[in-house]
Structure formats: C-alpha cells, structure tokens
C-alpha cells in the first residue's frame, strides 16, 4: 500500500501543490496542458471555474465533476480525522485547562494530574467521537470548500476570481464550514462531557443516553451557535492563510522559484505555511473554543452566561496548547490532504496565475 503511494506521488507531475508544467528534455516524457475547447493554444494562468478535462492522463476524475467534489471529501475525512485524534491527548488536557483552570495550572502539570487520577488510558478519553466526529466534518469541510470555490469562481469570472482571490477562500471556506459544524456538533459535545466530566462517561456508547435522558436531543446542539463562532473564523483563516502564506513564501523567502525547488523543499514550504495558518487559526477561533468547552461542560448554561463568568482573560486559557495542537494539526492536514489527492489521482489545478484577459487589459 505505502509502496504504491509513494510511487504515485514520485511519478505525478503535479506531486507537490506547488509544480509546475513543464518542458522536459529529449528523451523524457512530456505531459499535455490542457486546451479549452478546440483552441491548440496552453491554458495561461489558473482557471478555477473551468478544467473540464482532467489535467493529467493519470487522473481519475474531472476537475470540477461531482467525482471529484467527492474524493476530495475523502481527502477530508482522512485529513481531519487522523490529525484530530492523534492529538486527542493534548486536546483533552487543553478542554481541562479552559474548565478548571485552579486544578490543571499548565500544559504539563494537566498531563501529571490526568495521568496520576486516570492513569494513561485517561490521556485518550473521547477519541471515539473525536475519530467520527472530525471525520464528518472534515468530508464538508474540504468537499464543499471545493465546491463552493468553483462555483463561486464561476458566479465571478476568471478575472475576478484571480483579483479577488483571498476573498473567493474565505467566502468558499466560511459556506463549507457552516455545514461542516452541524456534522461535528453531536459528538463534539459528546467529546467535551468525556474529558471534562469526572465519572460522566468514559465511552461514546455510554455518554449518549446519559445526555439524551438529562437534557433531550438538545443537547447534542447547544453549542452549534459557538461551534460556528470557533470553527467558522478558524476555517477561514486556515484555507485563506494557508494559499496566500505560501504565495508569499516563495515570493520573498524562499530564495528560487517553486518549480525549481525539490520535492523536500516543497513540503518544508507547505508544513510552514500551514503552521503559521495554524497558529492564526488558534488566535483567532480560541474564546469562542473556550465558550463550547465550558458550555458542553455545564447543565444548563447558555452561551452568554458563560462569557459573563469567564471575563475577558478567562476566554484565553488554555492558548498555549491550543496553539500547539493547531498549528501542527493544520500543517498536517494539508500534507496529508495534498497526498490523498495524489494516491487518488485527483486533478490539482496550478497555482494561481494572472488570467491573459487580465494581462491584455493591464498592458494597454
């Protein structure tokens, strides 16, 4: 399995989100770019809206198609689920510190207590609902990002969709995100009971009737409101920030052009711009984290009176690991994303690129 995988990706020509087409030499294999319509002449820059054809002989699918709206969906669900419940321990002692901050003081002194009270195994409780729950979201979340990217592409036009390109991410990622949440919010709430709750439940299996008898199916989805005010900024930071941090890694760190990078090189770049996507998600998504964490924790307690009890500061704890867990979550994600796509032979537009319209209209 791992063998083929990493064969696929050595013989992609787009193995990297970041290769370009490219001339070879004699006695290499050249691969096509694909015209539109009966025109002979390459495509110039990126066309988001259009690539009815698969870019590659070796693709699977069309870009575009409903097959690849969902393989991308499966690039989610790989992505989002692996990382999230890899980290579940970093994240259980993180929900601790927003809760009890006066019992767990630290990252490090949360995993003393939790290892001292519950021994080891109490390090992985809610990777259950963490596995199924970021796994749903993860299939809206890059499914539909996808999808509501080419579609909004096409409401615009090319022109607009290169100009305007960090607005088209963010309003593409915020849809995808809205019913990303509704998928996650049941077992989110679930997780949340597991870890912070002493003796609640120590299994899905039991901390669902336990829920659905004390507080109805209600409460699986009172905190979807907060859900959205925390994943909602932070998906949008993580697809925006992501695509343009890379631009701009190449443009004024990275000291030679994308397409003479190694491969090495480009995943560096790609694990850096996802991390420093990471830690502004973290930034930006943690009071509203903090507010789901003690509202899923609490009988009862609505949203704003759980702001009125934290205070200002109270809405921070907890930053350091989050930022941690984040930022190594989003690199990963995207790594992983970008390698699913390969395995699967999914077609990977080029980066963006000024349409020739655009360029025309500029030279004149």
């Known amino acids: 399995m791992f063998s083929s995988f990493f064969q696929a990706a050595n013989n992609s020509p787009f193995r ?157 990622s915020a849809s995808a995100e809205v019913f990303a949440d509704v998928a996650l919010a049941p077992f989110e709430a679930a997780k949340v009971k597991i870890q912070t709750m002493p003796g609640y439940a120590n299994t899905f299996r039991e901390a669902v009737p336990k829920m659905i008898k004390e507080e109805g199916v209600g409460a699986f989805y009172k905190g979807l409101v907060p859900l959205w005010m925390r994943q909602i900024p932070y998906t949008m930071m993580k697809f925006a920030c992501f695509e343009r941090t890379v631009e701009l890694l190449y443009k004024y760190v990275v000291p030679k052009p994308r397409a003479d990078c190694s491969k090495g090189e480009q995943l560096i770049v790609t694990f850096a711009a996802g991390y420093i996507a990471g830690v502004f998600c973290a930034v930006v998504s943690h009071p509203a984290d903090v507010v789901v964490s003690k509202l899923n924790q609490v009988k009862g307690a609505t949203a704003g009176s759980v702001v009125k009890s934290l205070g200002f500061m109270g809405m921070w704890n907890g930053l350091g690991p989050r930022i941690i867990m984040i930022g190594t979550l989003t690199a990963l994600q995207w790594f992983i994303y970008d390698g699913v796509k390969v395995a699967l032979g999914i077609p990977r537009p080029p980066p963006p690129e000024m349409p020739a319209s655009l360029k025309a209209k500029q030279a004149k």
């Open 16 to 172: 990297t989100p970041f290769a370009r087409a490219h001339c070879a030499a004699d006695g290499e294999s050249t691969v096509a770019v694909p015209a539109v319509g009966n025109d002979p002449t390459p495509v110039v820059g990126r066309k988001i809206a259009a690539a009815a054809s698969a870019s590659s002989p070796n693709d699977s699918c069309e870009f575009g198609s409903n097959k690849y709206f969902a393989l991308c969906g499966i690039g989610g669900i790989l992505s989002c689920g692996t990382t999230h419940t890899f980290v579940v321990p970093l994240d259980l002692v993180k929900c601790r510190l927003q809760v009890d901050a006066a019992k767990y003081k630290n990252l490090v002194h949360g995993f003393k207590v939790t290892v001292a009270e519950e021994g080891a195994r109490g390090l992985v409780k809610g990777w259950f609902p963490t596995l199924i729950g970021y796994s749903a979201q993860g299939l809206c979340k890059f499914g539909l990002y996808e999808v509501f990217k080419v579609k909004y592409a096409e409401i615009i036009g090319d022109e607009n969709a290169y100009l305007y390109r960090t607005y088209l991410y963010l309003a593409a």
